[in-house]
């Protein structure tokens, strides 16, 4: 899964109660580059149209 985190800064005259670690989710695209010729697809179209895309290595599920 392609989650990262990070730890923003507290202040210490924040009234609200501090958020320490943050997630965010990045696209698998990002990571890619150029995708190769004949790579693996889905072998069913429904299947494709379920994730949202052809190929696997793109599949990025929403939590």
Do not use: V
Request: aromatic content about 16%; overall charge neutral.
């Amino acid at each position: 899964m392609h989650q990262r985190d990070y730890h923003p800064y507290i202040s210490p005259f924040d009234p609200c109660k501090p958020i320490e670690k943050k997630t965010y989710s990045t696209p698998p695209h990002l990571f890619l580059g150029f995708q190769e010729e004949n790579s693996p697809q889905y072998k069913s179209a429904a299947e494709a149209l379920k994730r949202g895309t052809l190929w696997p290595s793109l599949y990025d599920p929403y939590s």
